[in-house]
């Protein structure tokens, strides 16, 4: 089978992911995020979807070998936002014309089920905007609160599929666990979003294509790739940063694999090189996450260095990035981009 008829195939198996991973030579990587390209503008439109992120808190009670916020570094200074504070950044992305509101944050248990649900209550209150949590691994009645007052969709990624990979990376966590989170997530009626680190150490190209079996077996909802970016002071410090062409690889491939998902152009991609986004959205991404944190803690969620856009204003950071991709010809969405899938909503 040549590269032609295995990028039209329709449903691509291990050897075949781990082939197309290894490609190399750039009239094939071409057609390879070219076809990334038409399959995505086949299963979800042209339109660039926009989620808005609030760093909500830098505190993490866990200890992720390869990240900046992990509890034990002790040179970050830590803050936490006011509900006010978020709220009211909540309406301002709302203001932009930005549907989706994600609140993210390090695993803190300060920001509770109450102060959790009176934020996502008050936003929905003000908008119909779809709320996103990425709060880390929470005890399940928290979900289902959360979900109740009104949470829409959950973002965890695995980080990677090779169980013992992720032991290293985790110290005190399982793999099993974030599945068994993931899969409650989605058994109440939360869209999810899951995804991996690219190029972390120790990784293989085998593992990455079981990173993409596992999306497809999960049957996410969203899917997002970034590359490994060495933060100081953590234990990867000195390790080597992912690649921008691995990390494109890894969405094109996965763009073929699971077709129907949404998928971002990361900030770390765009962070690592200069032109990821427009990279990412023609390689088969479709979604786009403005970092829209107010100041002073925007230059403060420091997961890796450098991350780009934290230090300028998140206004005109958000519309750089309208503007980037509209010089692509892709139109953006000013809808809340729900799942692709139908039966992405059950009742609570
Ligand atoms: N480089 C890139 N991404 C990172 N993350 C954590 N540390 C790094 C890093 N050094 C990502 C993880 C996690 C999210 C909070 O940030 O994928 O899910
Ligand atoms: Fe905390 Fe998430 Fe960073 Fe791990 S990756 S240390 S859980 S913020």
Redesign the pocket.
């Known amino acids: 089978m040549n590269l032609n008829e295995l990028l039209h195939k329709d449903e691509l198996n291990r050897d075949d992911i781990i082939y197309l991973l290894n490609l190399t030579g750039e009239e094939d990587l071409q057609q390879l995020y070219n076809r990334a390209d038409e399959v995505r503008s086949q299963f979800c439109g042209d339109e660039v979807h926009l989620r808005g992120i609030i760093e909500i808190s830098n505190f993490c009670e866990q200890n ?1 070998v ?3 916020l992990r509890n034990d570094n002790d040179s970050l200074p830590r803050y936490r936002m006011t509900p006010e504070e978020v709220i009211e950044t909540a309406r301002t992305i709302t203001n932009l014309g930005i549907f989706t509101i994600v609140l993210q944050s390090g695993e803190d248990a300060h920001f509770d089920s109450d102060i959790i649900s009176y934020i996502i209550y008050q936003i929905k209150q003000k908008s119909n905007a779809a709320i996103t949590l990425s709060l880390g691994e929470r005890p399940f009645d928290e979900y289902r609160a959360w979900k109740i007052a009104g949470a829409d969709r959950y973002l965890l ?1 695995h ?1 990677t599929a090779n169980p013992v990979l992720y032991e290293s990376y985790h110290l005190k966590q399982k793999l099993s666990e974030r599945l068994d989170h993931l899969k409650f997530l989605k058994s109440i009626g939360y869209q999810i979003g899951s ?1 991996n ?1 690219i190029g972390l150490p120790m990784q293989t190209i085998e593992d990455l294509a079981d990173d993409i079996l596992l999306c497809k077996e999960l049957d996410l909802d969203m899917a997002a790739f ?6 100081p002071k953590t234990p ?1 410090q000195h390790k080597t940063t992912g690649t921008s062409e691995l990390t494109l690889k890894v969405t094109a491939v996965a763009r073929l694999v699971l077709k129907k998902v949404h998928i971002p152009a990361t900030t ?1 991609l765009d962070t690592i090189d200069p032109i990821g986004r427009e990279r990412g959205l023609t390689a088969g991404a479709n979604v786009v996450m403005p970092d829209l944190t107010p100041f002073p803690y925007r230059s403060q969620y420091q ?2 260095p450098d991350k780009r856009g934290s230090q300028s204003d998140p206004l005109d950071s958000a519309a750089q990035i309208k503007k980037r991709i509209e010089d692509l010809g892709r139109k953006i969405s000013y809808k809340r981009g729900d799942s692709l899938k139908q039966d992405a909503q059950p009742s609570v």
């Open positions: 992720c390869y990240c900046g990624k980080e995804g680190l970034g590359p490994f970016i060495p933060s990867y770390a997961i890796y």
